[in-house]
């Protein structure tokens, strides 16, 4: 399976195991539709093995842990079960450590399916597959999503409790930094307390360091660098707008880029591109500003407005792209950027300058990308492409996706 493709499941129990070349601790929650946990009970790990439907059992250190679902024992109203993993060693990453998520029929074993998540580096917990219900039938699907703050950032998302010590309220987003000792008492059925989290310094992170969010105001990405478009736990806004520009390197004449934003699917499937020759896309969920022609003049050179609730479901992810199509490369460029605005205020989100270049004639700068809990999240991307136009971006994206 690849990021975002899923199956029908032929059997009503499975189990869904994940093996490392380290010892990992893999645990299942039991979602409803809003996302969230009904209850601290619907978190099956190590400490609390049985609940509705779904049970955990311990590899003992010389197989993986494993996660069970019986769909048929599943209660009404839980629509989803997630499936996460993290390395049992305290602080540890997948960094050169290659899980993967193996489902198989639980009645006679047989595999019906396996999924190893692709370019994993500082993340310290991942939700690696779900099995959710769509129209009646179930099904299961690869996900992949990394996290940095540790298996208790993984629980504080879907609404599980983590136990603290006494601090200061925090916002409702998950931590920064939490990582779940590797054993709790028996008796505890929420996740057992964790040190604070070191204070996180604007701006965001070095790079590679797991996703980030809106709490403390503007965000200025680098490179591989991921922001949660969330603020205080909610959805900060429901319409963006991706204001991309570029000068002409000093001395150099008038450089013609054309910004673009490439639309896929679950499955890396191109949907559609917006871009000067196509204003408008998604039955208008998507919109071009239009073409500049020279890169001169104050603000962004160009503009595309993407209204993220009107969106169908079926696009899952966005990237944006700038172009060079009189073949003039990006080393003749200078200060080439992105940021996102809130489409509502006009308010600058989030930042990110291209502070290299490379002889080629276009750039991946960012994508967008739908989670699986509705939330959208925001990459800085900087990848060189040779190519002039838009057409050709569409299979780079879509790998890069």
Same mark, same amino acid.
């Given at each position: 399976?690849?990021?975002?493709?899923?199956?029908?499941?032929?059997?009503?129990?499975?189990?869904?195991?994940?093996?490392?070349?380290?010892?990992?601790?893999?645990?299942?929650?039991?979602?409803?539709?809003?996302?969230?946990?009904?209850?601290?009970?619907?978190?099956?790990?190590?400490?609390?093995?049985?609940?509705?439907?779904?049970?955990?059992?311990?590899?003992?250190?010389?197989?993986?842990?494993?996660?069970?679902?019986?769909?048929?024992?599943?209660?009404?109203?839980?629509?989803?079960?997630?499936?996460?993993?993290?390395?049992?060693?305290?602080?540890?990453?997948?960094?050169?450590?290659?899980?993967?998520?193996?489902?198989?029929?639980?009645?006679?074993?047989?595999?019906?399916?396996?999924?190893?998540?692709?370019?994993?580096?500082?993340?310290?917990?991942?939700?690696?597959?779900?099995?959710?219900?769509?129209?009646?039938?179930?099904?299961?699907?690869?996900?992949?999503?990394?996290?940095?703050?540790?298996?208790?950032?993984?629980?504080?998302?879907?609404?599980?409790?983590?136990?603290?010590? +006494? !601090? @200061?309220?925090?916002? /409702? &987003?998950? =931590?920064?930094?939490?990582?779940? $000792? *590797? #054993? %709790?008492?028996? +008796? !505890? @059925?929420?996740?057992? /307390? &964790?040190? =604070?989290?070191?204070?996180?310094? $604007? *701006? #965001? %992170?070095?790079?590679?360091?797991?996703?980030?969010?809106?709490?403390?105001?503007?965000?200025?990405?680098?490179?591989?660098?991921?922001?949660?478009?969330?603020?205080?736990?909610?959805?900060?806004?429901?319409?963006?707008?991706?204001?991309?520009?570029?000068?002409?390197?000093?001395?150099?004449?008038?450089?013609?880029?054309?910004?673009?934003?490439?639309?896929?699917?679950?499955?890396?499937?191109?949907?559609?591109?917006?871009?000067?020759?196509?204003?408008?896309?998604?039955?208008?969920?998507?919109?071009?500003?239009?073409?500049?022609?020279?890169?001169?003049?104050?603000?962004?050179?160009?503009?595309?407005?993407?209204?993220?609730?009107?969106?169908?479901?079926?696009?899952?992810?966005?990237?944006?792209?700038?172009?060079?199509?009189?073949?003039?490369?990006?080393?003749?460029?200078?200060?080439?950027?992105?940021?996102?605005?809130?489409?509502?205020?006009?308010?600058?989100?989030?930042?990110?300058?291209?502070?290299?270049?490379?002889?080629?004639?276009?750039?991946?700068?960012?994508?967008?990308?739908?989670?699986?809990?509705?939330?959208?999240?925001?990459?800085?991307?900087?990848?060189?492409?040779?190519?002039?136009?838009?057409?050709?971006?569409?299979?780079?994206?879509?790998?890069?996706?």
């Amino acid at each position: 399976m690849t990021p975002g493709s899923n199956i029908p499941l032929s059997a009503a129990r499975v189990t869904v195991d994940v093996a490392a070349p380290v010892r990992l601790d893999v645990s299942g929650l039991l979602l409803t539709a809003d996302g969230k946990v009904r209850s601290d009970d619907d978190f099956i790990f190590y400490n609390q093995p049985t609940g509705p439907g779904v049970t955990y059992r311990s590899g003992g250190g010389t197989a993986p842990d494993a996660i069970t679902v019986d769909t048929s024992a599943v209660p009404p109203g839980i629509e989803k079960i997630v499936v996460t993993a993290s390395p049992d060693a305290a602080g540890q990453t997948f960094q050169g450590i290659e899980p993967t998520a193996t489902i198989r029929n639980a009645d006679d074993n047989s595999v019906l399916a396996t999924f190893t998540p692709p370019q994993l580096g500082a993340e310290t917990a991942l939700v690696i597959v779900e099995i959710y219900l769509r129209n009646g039938a179930w099904k299961a699907r690869a996900v992949g999503q990394g996290y940095a703050n540790g298996l208790a950032g993984i629980a504080t998302d879907f609404g599980v409790t983590v136990e603290e010590p +006494a !601090a @200061p309220a925090q916002p /409702a &987003a998950p =931590p920064q930094a939490v990582t779940p $000792p *590797p #054993a %709790p008492p028996a +008796a !505890a @059925p929420t996740m057992p /307390a &964790a040190p =604070p989290a070191p204070p996180a310094a $604007p *701006p #965001a %992170p070095a790079p590679g360091t797991g996703k980030i969010n809106l709490d403390k105001g503007r965000v200025s990405l680098q490179k591989n660098q991921t922001v949660s478009l969330v603020k205080g736990g909610r959805p900060v806004l429901s319409q963006v707008k991706m204001g991309l520009g570029w000068e002409p390197a000093y001395r150099g004449k008038d450089i013609d880029l054309d910004a673009s934003v490439i639309a896929y699917g679950p499955q890396r499937n191109h949907i559609d591109s917006c871009y000067f020759g196509k204003l408008q896309i998604v039955n208008g969920a998507i919109r071009h500003s239009g073409d500049n022609l020279t890169g001169e003049g104050g603000g962004d050179d160009e503009v595309i407005t993407v209204d993220l609730g009107a969106l169908p479901p079926d696009v899952t992810g966005l990237v944006f792209t700038v172009n060079s199509f009189s073949g003039q490369k990006f080393t003749e460029v200078a200060k080439a950027y992105c940021r996102l605005l809130d489409g509502a205020t006009g308010e600058e989100l989030v930042r990110f300058d291209l502070t290299s270049a490379e002889p080629q004639t276009g750039v991946m700068m960012a994508k967008l990308i739908r989670q699986f809990s509705g939330e959208w999240e925001m990459t800085a991307m900087g990848d060189f492409v040779k190519s002039r136009t838009v057409r050709g971006m569409v299979k780079p994206a879509a790998q890069a996706l």
